[in-house]
């Protein structure tokens, strides 16, 4: 059935926000994401999206919504189509040290290589702690879903299941995590791996000018 604009945002918010956290948010949640102030309001979105078939939910239950599988699925198929055509030509190397000869070629750099499965989204960056790795505030990450990660790489981590952070992960030792930032004015993350919960590994950065 046809979706409202207002409809389609709400939906697009509890999709993105349950794949960034792992679980569905609170009506509280959902008005502090989509800037809407009534609870009344934000019922009305999720009763008719649940009577449209796009939401389930479960009485008596907190955080109880989910998003229909069907809607899922064609977001996935939406995305991989859209991210697919995404290409501009690639039309040589430059150095960034020494000046070399500029030649154009034929080649052609597909955005969606970046994101070519259904299980990777993105996340703007705010803060410091990478701007040694070239991480900024205000650069986007390409982040791959998983839940476990190789000593060294890029990690979007929850800690305590409230603060999601990005780090570099280490095994510190069997029952512990090291979270390094890449800013030598900070203090490294050490928290116990029960305490913590891999979301995903940095995939690529971006960065817009303008």
Known sequence: M????????????LVNFTERNGYSPSYEEIGQGLKLNSLATIHKHVTALAEKGYLKRRYNESRSIEV??????????RIRGRASSLEVPLLGRIAAGAPVESVA???SLNIGD???????????????????????????????KVESARDGE?????????????????HDSDNRARLQPANASMEPIVVPLDRLQIQ???????????
């Open 2 to 13: 046809a979706l409202t604009p207002r409809q389609k945002e709400v939906l697009d918010f």
């Open 154 to 170: 890029i990690v979007v981590a929850l800690v305590d299941g409230l603060e999601t952070t990005l780090k570099r992960f280490y």
């Open 68 to 77: 229909s599988e069907d809607y899922r699925k064609q977001e996935t198929e």
């Open 105 to 107: 070629g034929n080649e």
């Open 200 to 210: 995903g590994r940095v995939l690529a950065v971006l960065r817009k000018y303008r």
């Open 114 to 144: 970046f994101a070519a499965s259904s299980d990777t989204f993105a996340l703007q960056v705010r803060g410091d702690s990478m701007i040694e790795d070239h991480i900024m505030s205000g650069d986007y990450v390409v982040v791959e």
